[in-house]
């Protein structure tokens, strides 16, 4: 019993040793971001039904990894977050493993979306640093990840470098269209203790930051438990996930005793070091921490991802009470030049508990008016957030989208009595960091003043985008007519229309203005009745329009020949010839019968009077 006591004192002192002497790395940025307060007493409205929770015990979290000497402790959070609500909706095991190197690479070496609309979003580290020293947050992880860059499989881009010295290029093939999965949402959260064990329960983990010092007074190393009394959120130099919580935690185990027992089990990156092999406590009292955040991932479900903010600046809009933002992009993911189906909307929102409402146009005909199309959901899309942050929201049924179709999404927001605030790209620049951005004329809009106002005069777009799939269908998203026609009353005709070439649409909807003068069928054939003008418009099954105005008269054009037939006799107006002193209605036929029959007898007659006069 004695030598089984002394070689486990002995393997505690090892890991003392191990954790005071390595040289931990860090990486958080502090921006001074702050959430919103959601509504009274929201935050206090889950009271959590166990008062200790540990995901080892039963097989929900995956293996601790060490960032090495880099600064990359950002990445590691986000990902051991990604790969622990995957585990949670059991879509994943334990043995998931992500790629923490494809996201901080590529955070920093970025290239244009596949769409090809954020063209100019760049962030650009200064020149003394790279991806793996310059350290990142949590805001530009989840703003990046939104755009579908990630996240992938281990195997797909391997494991970080041990040392920031050790940089390596990746093939910018893997950016985009190798995601094993992909973010569908993001909390942002004040700190609240009742929260985070909410969130934990519903999402797996949740990231946070907090500033590290190593000394004995706040890192208690034979209990690995960490509590500073004089932490500073300012301060916060180190990202980690809060995986579990224990409210009986002995606060006799810091080594500066905070009031109340209690803490938070946290997953580290430094490797599987220390009493807990990579984990320590945190007390719940920790004043430093900060970035309180959770999210939710996906398998990939969808083929294109249309926005155009991939500049990660955390900023946003702010109006009182209510206000409409709108994007309008144009349809050309689907290289087979078919349809596409819009399947979710993606938005932004710093202010919490807002209501929102959503319409989608599309066949926009001025690039100027998002709402200058066809409306599509003649029933908004509504609901509701709960946290600042990102939002993706499935249609109850999926929007047609046609190839090389303008269409546009339309958000109001709207919180009585308070501000609303949409969270938009911006460019910045700092010590350590630029974050460029591109905007053009006529994408981004917000409305006010009754009218519509574009974003890009003010360097800045909103974060709304629009997540579609690959469709077999073909429709018509443009259609044409003749432009004017004219016709006689009596006359039937068929209107020659042009869809868009190979279009599978089948069904066309044929309307007349004025029914009384010109009618028109199923099938286009229309009818002049009476005198007058009409305008038949052709609107295809995808909403696309055209018109022709037709112009009915009474005015005869005679007897003419139109490919071997001849027209119908106007009624009115008629058109007169003189034989000898007589006017004759050429638009009676029995009257014409009846005087060729004259002339043809009197012509005959006169050649026999001429023939006798002169042989006999």
């Known amino acids: 019993m004695k030598l089984t006591k002394i070689i486990i004192i002995f393997i505690i002192c090892i890991m003392m040793i191990q954790v005071k002497s390595k040289d931990f790395h860090t990486g958080y940025h502090y921006l001074g971001y702050q959430p919103e307060e959601r509504e009274d007493g929201l935050y206090r409205s889950y009271l959590a039904t166990q008062s200790q929770y540990d995901p080892r015990k039963e097989g929900m979290i995956t293996r601790i990894k060490d960032q090495g000497n880099t600064e990359c402790c950002w990445a590691f959070a986000t990902i051991a977050m990604a790969e622990s609500n995957l585990i949670k909706q059991k879509l994943a095991d334990k043995d998931i493993d992500l790629s923490e190197h494809h996201l901080s690479y590529f955070l920093y070496n970025s290239s ?285 049924e999926p929007i047609t989208l046609a190839h090389d179709d303008y269409y546009s999404i339309v958000v109001t927001l709207n919180k009585p009595n308070d501000f609303v605030k949409m969270f938009v790209e911006s460019y910045q620049d700092s010590d350590w960091v630029e974050l460029q951005l591109g905007t053009k004329e006529n994408q981004s809009f917000y409305y006010k003043d009754n009218k519509w106002k574009d974003l890009h005069n003010e360097s800045s777009t909103a974060r709304i985008k629009g997540l579609t799939v690959n469709a077999q269908t073909k429709s018509a998203s443009h259609v044409s007519l003749s432009k004017t026609q004219t016709m006689i009353i009596g006359e039937r005709k068929k209107l020659d229309v042009h869809l868009t070439s190979s279009t599978t649409d089948s069904k066309l909807l044929w309307q007349s203005s004025h029914p009384d003068i010109v009618e028109v069928d199923k099938n286009g054939y229309v009818t002049a009745l009476s005198l007058g003008q009409a305008t038949i418009t052709v609107t295809t099954e995808y909403g696309a329009t055209a018109s022709c105005l037709i112009e009915v008269s009474e005015k005869d054009i005679g007897i003419k020949e139109s490919q071997n037939t001849i027209n119908d006799i106007n009624k009115k107006d008629l058109k007169t010839k003189r034989v000898g002193q007589h006017i004759v209605n050429t638009s009676d036929k029995s009257v014409i019968d009846l005087y060729i029959f004259l002339l043809y007898f009197g012509g005959l007659g006169m050649m026999i009077c001429i023939y006798k006069r002169k042989y006999l």
């Open 112 to 396: 244009n979306d596949p769409l090809n609309n954020t063209f100019q979003d760049k962030t650009v580290l200064k020149s003394y640093l790279n991806y793996l020293n310059a350290g990142g947050n949590y805001l530009f992880s989840f703003q990046f990840l939104s755009g579908y860059s990630g996240v992938v499989n281990e195997n797909i881009v391997s494991f970080i470098p041990s040392s920031y010295e050790n940089i390596q290029a990746i093939d910018h093939i893997f950016q985009y269209n190798h995601n094993s999965y992909t973010l569908k949402n993001t909390y942002y959260s004040l700190y609240n203790i009742e929260n985070i064990k909410k969130m934990i329960d519903q999402y797996g983990a949740v990231g946070i930051s907090y500033q590290y010092v190593n000394n004995p007074d706040t890192m208690n190393f034979e209990h690995n438990a960490i509590y500073n009394p004089d932490g500073d959120k300012a301060l916060a130099n180190h990202s980690v996930v809060i995986v579990g919580w224990d409210d009986y935690y002995d606060k006799n185990n810091f080594s500066t005793l905070p009031q109340n027992n209690g803490a938070w089990l946290i997953k580290n990156s430094w490797g599987e070091v220390g009493s807990e092999d990579g984990y320590f406590w945190m007390s719940y009292e920790e004043p430093s921490i900060t970035d309180v955040v959770a999210a939710e991932f996906e398998k990939v479900k969808y083929d294109y991802n249309y926005h155009y903010d991939g500049n990660l600046n955390p900023s946003w809009a702010t109006f009182e009470n209510q206000m409409t933002f709108a994007n309008i992009y144009q349809v050309k993911g689907n290289k087979t030049k078919n349809d596409e189906l819009l399947k979710a909307i993606n938005i932004g929102i710093q202010s919490t508990d807002t209501k929102y409402s959503i319409q989608i146009y599309r066949n926009i005909k001025n690039n100027q008016d998002p709402t200058s199309g066809t409306l599509v959901n003649q029933e908004p899309i509504i609901g509701k957030t709960t946290y600042s942050g990102l939002y993706t929201i499935e249609l109850d």
